[in-house]
């Protein structure tokens, strides 16, 4: 099966389907994928920037000050 047969046949599942979880499972999937492939565009460093800004594993700013101050 080719590419645009395998999208013809996934259209017509979402079409037929009245089951929202599936929907919403779909909608989930999607954004995961364009999410990953936005982060494999960024260079390292700044991934682990992200990854620790997403964990909340960053430092207060006042914190970071009074270590590094002017």
């Given at each position: 099966?080719?590419?645009q047969d395998e999208k013809l046949e996934i259209i017509k599942l979402v079409?037929?389907?009245?089951?929202?979880d599936v929907l919403e499972s779909i909608r989930i999937l999607?954004?995961?994928v364009?999410?990953?492939d936005l982060m494999e565009?960024?260079?390292?460093d700044q991934q682990e920037?992200?990854?620790e800004f997403e964990n909340d594993e960053?430092?207060?700013f006042d914190e970071f000050?009074?270590?590094?101050g002017q």
């Amino acid at each position: 099966m080719n590419i645009q047969d395998e999208k013809l046949e996934i259209i017509k599942l979402v079409l037929e389907t009245e089951n929202s979880d599936v929907l919403e499972s779909i909608r989930i999937l999607f954004k995961m994928v364009s999410e990953t492939d936005l982060m494999e565009s960024v260079p390292q460093d700044q991934q682990e920037e992200i990854m620790e800004f997403e964990n909340d594993e960053t430092e207060d700013f006042d914190e970071f000050i009074k270590k590094y101050g002017q």
